[in-house]
Each structure stands twice: as C-alpha cells, then as structure tokens.
C-alpha cells in the first residue's frame, strides 16, 4: 500500500480526551442512544457529518478578517460572486445559511403540492423539504447503488430510462430534476460526467430545469478524473466546469467541499430563474446579497470554493477514506464498495443479520461502535428512511441499512483512521453478542425528520 501524506501541517491544535467506559454509558444514557443525544465532549473522533466540520486554511483565516458587513452590496458578496463565476461558471449567486436553506427556497419557489421531483437519490434533509411543500421525490438510481458489494465506478448514476418513464408518468407535475453529487444517501457515490451529459439532454428535450445538489461536487469530480477514460487529460477544476455546464441551477450545502463551517448557495444559470427564487430568500434568509450569512463568511466561502478544486487535497482525501476502507476491508467489516467521496458506509445489514430492521441494526451498531471507542458515526436505514405507506398504513423499509463514518476535511490524521478502523473490527468480533434492537420511544412528528430528535431504547 503506497502512503498517501496528509499535504497540510498543524497549525493550531484543538485538544481532544478520550472518555472512559463509565462516562460513555453515562452519555449513551443521557443522549436516549441516539448520536445526535451525545455532547461534542462525550466523543472522541466524531465521524458524525462531513458538513461544517472541516478545518479552515489559513487563508480562509486571513479572508475572514476582509468580510464586509453592509447589509447590501457588501464587497464580500462581489468576492463570492466572482468565484463562483470563476470555479463554476453560474452568473446569479444566492447565498444563503446552509444547504437545507438553499432546498427551502429552491422547492419553495418551484415546487407546490402533488408535483414530483425525480432525482437519483435525495438526501434526509432534501426529501424532508419535498415533503413539506407537497410534493415528493422520485428514486432514479441505478438498481447497481442497491448492492453493497457492486463495485461500480459510478454507483450515483441516474438510471435513463427510469427517468424518461418518471417523466412519462407524471409529465407537467414535474417542476424540475434533481441530481445529487455525490450520491450522499447511496454510500457517497459519483455520479459520471456522461451520465449527467445524458440527464441533462433528456431534461432539456423535456424542457424541465436540472438542478445539482452539488455539495459534494469537487469530490465527485475528482472521482470522474480517475474512473472515466474520457476525462483522465482533464483538470478537476475543468471536469467541475463541464458537469456545472450540464445544469440550469445548483443547490449548495457550502459546509462539504467548499469547506466553511456554514453556508449555502443556490446558482443560477438564467435571471428569471434567479428572481423566480430570490423573493423566498428575502422572506426567509436575508437580503439578495447576504442571505443569512455574515460578510465574512461570503469571504470564507468564496476563498473555499477556489482551494476545493486542488488535486493534492482531493488525492489525500479520497485516498484517507479509502484508506479506512481498506483497514476495514482487511478485518473482513462489510461495506459500501468502492468507498465513497466523504465517508465509508458500513453495511449494517449484513454486520448484524440477526437484528430485525425493525429493530434499527445501524443505529445499534452506531451505540456499539461508540462504546467500544467513543467514536461517533451515524445510522442511515430504517429509522432515518423508513416511511408509511399512505394507502395500506404499512411501514416501507429502505432498501440499505447503512451505518456512515463521515470523513471531516483536513481535520483527521491517517493514524485516527487507524484507530477507527481497529475499534470497529473489534466490535465486528463481537457481533454475535450483540443481541439487543432498539426502539422508538418519545419522537417528534415530523415527516422525515424524526430520527433527528428521536429517544431510543
Ligand atoms: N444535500 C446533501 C447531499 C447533503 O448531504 C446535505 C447535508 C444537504 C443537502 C443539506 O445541507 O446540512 O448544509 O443544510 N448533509 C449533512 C450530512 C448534514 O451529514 O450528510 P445542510
């Protein structure tokens, strides 16, 4: 195996403790056995998200001290501007806090009840915001992103003809496509430059916008530089070009590659379709030129979108998750292959057979795994997806029960994977021991949200 350096020093040093087993069971107890229950202190190496938690450079420090605070017009907002223009292409830049932000006033504006959204997949926070207009997504992944072991290169990919028959189906109640790079509910899956190509085409014979949910973009982009033959001779900064040229508008959660610790965007390639969006904005974010950030943050942003694109970074970081992938693979853990951008996705079906969906596996193996190392991951199956079936009152299941280690960007050494790795093959020694499931008891009600806020037992 070729060492793959980490190309960035320490700078300043954020301590961390590992707490003992007493403090965890106590934490366990405290948080009701969901992650989201547990204090940052509580946790050791915290793999719950990639979004936000990434480490700032120092001239993403130093573009913070520039920020202009205007509450309209502020030079801030023209440096975001200009980058956005320069890495991605797009004229009209909405900035707004976050990436669900950027959901609510895209699907807010563009989608009212009834209406479809075909997509490959959406994340949590996406169909809950298509929910709470509605309407309702429709899943066009290839049937490949539902095999854990399927080593596709593209496991993202929209399925043509599934979508053309979506379209089929619901013609004019579709208000727009949707893609999300990297498939972040599918195991951090890239989608392929010839395949967005191909949605783009159909979206446009139909005349139906296409919008990226392109959080992950610089990933997904790096990925398509190594695994699609035809882009091999090109930049990852021309690759992100050309798959932005494929869409009229993006949506952004600027907390995953462009690397702030807050922020979203919404891009559009026409003025109609930006005012068609920016009234939501005002009314819930902020004004046009701010949109719920401060001035400094733009810069940040701004200043992160123009480094997300350096091939070193995106070499270590695809290669530090896959480097826990492999550690994993080594101590026979089963999970998502090939890895993904940003985080590897443990199979929890198949980690613990024995355990009922019904009964969460991937949030069990969530508690063991934080017992055996105060590590934090999260569980992404039955109690994030599952949903009732309106008609019948049935509970459907998700196809995947997966349990999500997210990588944070240039925060974790290679030798913190090292010990994830370890913890999670000790628990997967365990695993016919753990003969318990977990079960809701106070939660929320909320459409796609609950796993949020949910107390288990
Ligand atoms: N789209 C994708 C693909 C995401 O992964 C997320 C967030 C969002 C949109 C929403 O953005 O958090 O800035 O409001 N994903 C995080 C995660 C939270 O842990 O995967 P946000």
């Given amino acids: 195996r070729r060492i793959q350096p980490e190309p960035f020093r320490i700078k300043m040093v954020e301590p961390v403790s590992i707490p003992d087993a007493a403090q965890r069971e106590e934490a366990l107890k405290t948080g009701h056995f969901n992650m989201f229950g547990l204090r940052g202190e509580d946790v050791y190496i915290d793999l719950l998200t990639d979004s936000g938690t990434g480490a700032m450079s120092k001239y993403q420090w130093a573009a913070l001290m520039k920020g202009d605070e205007a509450y309209a017009g502020a030079t801030s907002f023209y440096a975001l501007k200009e980058a956005v223009k320069d890495v991605l292409g797009f004229d009209y830049v909405i900035p707004c806090h976050q990436g669900r932000a950027a959901e609510n006033v895209t699907f807010g504006s563009l989608a009212k009840p009834g209406d479809k959204i075909p997509f490959n997949m959406p994340f949590d926070t996406t169909r809950a915001h298509i929910f709470n207009v509605g309407a309702e997504p429709v899943d066009c992944v290839i049937d490949e992103a539902f095999d854990p072991e399927c080593r596709h290169p593209f496991k993202g990919n929209v399925d043509i003809p599934k979508l053309e028959k979506a379209i089929a189906t619901y013609g004019d109640k579709i208000p727009l496509i949707m893609v999300t790079i990297t498939n972040n509910s599918g195991g951090g899956q890239p989608v392929s430059l010839e395949n967005l190509r191909q949605v783009s085409a159909v979206a446009r014979k139909h005349k139906i916008p296409l919008f990226l949910d392109a959080a992950r973009m ?21 690759i992100l070009r050309a798959c932005m040229d494929c869409a009229d508008a993006i949506t952004v959660s600027a907390k995953k590659d462009p690397l702030v610790n807050i922020g979203g965007l919404v891009c559009t390639r026409t003025e109609d379709l930006y005012y068609r969006i920016l009234p939501r904005v005002i009314l819930c974010e902020g004004f046009a030129t701010y ?44 999970f998502v292959k090939p890895a993904g951008g940003h985080a590897i996705f443990i199979d929890a079906a198949a980690f613990l057979p024995h355990i009922p969906q019904k009964y969460y596996p991937a949030d069990v193996l969530a508690v063991e795994v934080y017992r055996e190392g105060a590590i934090r991951g999260i569980g992404l199956g039955a109690l994030a997806f599952a949903t009732k079936d309106e008609a019948t009152g049935e509970t459907v299941y998700p196809k995947l029960e997966l349990f999500r280690l997210a990588i944070n960007r240039r925060t974790y050494t290679n030798s913190h994977m090292e010990y994830v790795a370890q913890s999670i093959v000790d628990v997967y020694k365990r695993r016919d021991r753990i003969r318990y499931g977990l079960e809701v008891g106070f939660a929320p009600a909320a459409k796609g949200l609950h796993h949020f806020l949910a107390h288990l037992h």
């Fill in 218 to 238: 610089a990933e997904n982009a790096y990925f398509i530089k190594v695994r699609e033959e035809a882009c091999k001779s090109l930049s990852v900064g021309q």
């Fill in 291 to 334: 949109g719920g950030l401060a001035g400094r943050d733009l810069e940040c942003l701004a200043q992160g979108l123009r480094e997300m694109v350096d091939e070193q970074y995106l070499a270590h970081r695809v290669a530090q998750v896959a480097y826990l992938g492999d550690l994993l693979e080594e101590g026979g853990v089963p």
